[in-house]
């Protein structure tokens, strides 16, 4: 079946670092989700992209659609400790097809 | 505020011994599911309900039965829980099946089988 790839697993910042994160896959997408979910929560909606190459802003975080259809990267500006949790992307195929979801990136803050 | 509110938020039972997870909405979306989270996993769909259509996942094991007995509430039984049922339940309601609707979350139920 269809398969997203995100990465990477895992990563530390420091606060104030700029963050960057990316989901690939070999089929063509239209329409990308990002989510975020803290321990013991459920994910939380994110940035939404319908677009191949929409650019979305929410706050500190930008993500876009890529152009071929088959990526997404995610950013995060000028981290702050709140930020710590778990990424997941999320795609959908079709109009008909189920979300598929990444197997997700966790921020964590270097000590 | 319109949410997904699912209860528990923990819950334990013994193995072999019929469990029911509970989700209500009032974004008053169609549809309605069912993931399954292990430790450090993506969310894995079970099933879910477009209106009162129920579909449900190849590989959701029979042990799996959801109910949905109006727009708002959904449950997800669980007949004879196994130790390998041990994870979190999330239920998200969507608009629609379309691009445009992306997943609204509960905060989950933390279900332990001993």
């Known amino acids: 079946g269809q398969q997203l790839n995100q990465s990477p697993q895992s990563m530390f910042i420091q606060e104030g670092e700029d963050v960057s994160m990316n989901c690939t896959s070999s089929?063509?997408?239209?329409?990308w989700l990002w989510y975020k979910q803290d321990p013991g929560e459920g994910p939380v909606l994110l940035i939404a992209?319908?677009?191949?190459?929409e650019l979305t802003s929410n706050g500190r975080l930008t993500a876009q659609f890529g152009i071929t259809r088959k990526d997404s990267f995610l950013n995060i500006s000028a981290s702050i400790p709140s930020d710590v949790g778990i990424y997941f992307c999320?795609?959908?195929?079709?109009?008909?097809?189920?979300?598929?979801f990444g197997s997700g990136t966790r921020l964590s803050i270097r000590p | 505020d319109a949410m997904v509110i699912q209860n528990p938020r923990y819950q334990v039972t013994q193995f072999g011994k019929p469990v029911t997870l509970s989700c209500s909405q009032t974004?008053?979306?169609?549809?309605m599911y069912w993931y399954q989270q292990k430790s450090s996993q993506a969310p894995k769909l079970l099933f879910h309900?477009?209106?009162?259509?129920?579909?449900n996942e190849a590989d959701t094991p029979d042990n799996f039965q959801s109910r949905r007995p109006n727009t708002s509430f959904c449950f997800l039984d669980i007949r004879s829980p196994g130790l390998g049922d041990t994870a979190m339940y999330l239920c998200?309601?969507?608009?629609?099946?379309?691009?445009?609707?992306?997943?609204?979350f509960g905060n989950g139920t933390r279900l332990t089988v001993t």
């Open positions: 998200a309601t969507s608009r629609g099946l379309g691009g445009g609707s992306p997943l609204h």
């Open positions: 089929s063509i997408f239209n329409t």
């Open positions: 992209l319908y677009k191949a190459g």
């Open positions: 999320a795609g959908q195929i079709s109009s008909a097809s189920k979300i598929i």
């Open positions: 974004l008053n979306h169609n549809v």
């Open positions: 309900y477009y209106d009162k259509d129920f579909n």
